[in-house]
């Protein structure tokens, strides 16, 4: 079962600002994404290469009334824009739900445009580990990350922090290795340093 990084999520009260925050901190345009009509969410995205990449979402002011808790805990964000999750792509998702438990939901079929994945959503939005583990999807289609604009853009490192960072760690081990990925103790947040071309960039 293969588990690698998909991408970096970008949690804001409004995609406007959102992403010109984003934009700003980075230096670099986002590219329109589209709405999640299942979710009641909308998102922006940027390339960090040939498989990475980073989605700024936020909920949609014009998405109809929901009887699921949002993804990515976005019911109970507020406060500034700020990296609050991330993805990993499996290539059997009820295998890796299966290794590491239900915490981390169920499986969903989710569509935006003419892309298809599944994805595991706990039932209350709150991913395990005050949402420091990342969430699991397998496409069904090819991922976005290929067809987005080149910008120069690159993760150089995400540190994962929490209480029980080490845990998490040896959770996901035997299913997940990344050189860029790093755990470390303390309140639980999220830190990307992104290589740009005006120099790295953190994003936090």
Not at 87 to 98: M, T, Y
Not at 118 to 124: D, S
Not at 176 to 192: C, E, K, Q, S, Y
Request: glycine fraction near 8%; charged fraction near 20%; aromatic fraction near 6%.
């Amino acid at each position: 079962m293969d588990m690698v990084l998909d991408h970096l999520i970008v949690s804001a009260a409004d995609l406007t600002a959102g992403t010109a925050s984003v934009a700003s901190a980075l230096g670099q345009p986002l590219q329109p994404g589209g709405q999640h009509a299942l979710f009641g969410t909308h998102n922006q995205l940027l390339s960090l290469g040939a498989e990475d990449y980073l989605e700024v979402i936020a909920v949609d002011p014009g998405a109809a009334p929901l009887e699921r808790a949002r993804w990515y805990d976005l019911d109970r964000f507020g406060g500034p824009t700020r990296l609050t999750n991330w993805a990993l792509r499996v290539s059997d998702l009820d295998a890796a739900l299966a290794a590491l438990g239900p915490g981390f939901g169920a499986p969903i079929a989710v569509s935006r445009g003419d892309l298809r994945w599944r994805m595991a959503v706990p039932a209350t939005g709150v991913l395990p580990y005050d949402n420091c583990a990342p969430a699991l999807l397998e496409w069904e289609t090819p991922p976005p990350g290929p067809r987005l604009t080149e910008r120069g853009c690159r993760l150089v490192e995400l540190t994962v922090c929490h209480p029980a960072a080490e845990a998490l760690s040896a959770l996901l081990a035997p299913h997940f290795t990344d050189a860029r990925v790093r755990f470390a103790a303390g309140m639980p947040r999220l830190i990307a340093r992104v290589a740009t071309p005006a120099g790295e960039r953190v994003l936090a």
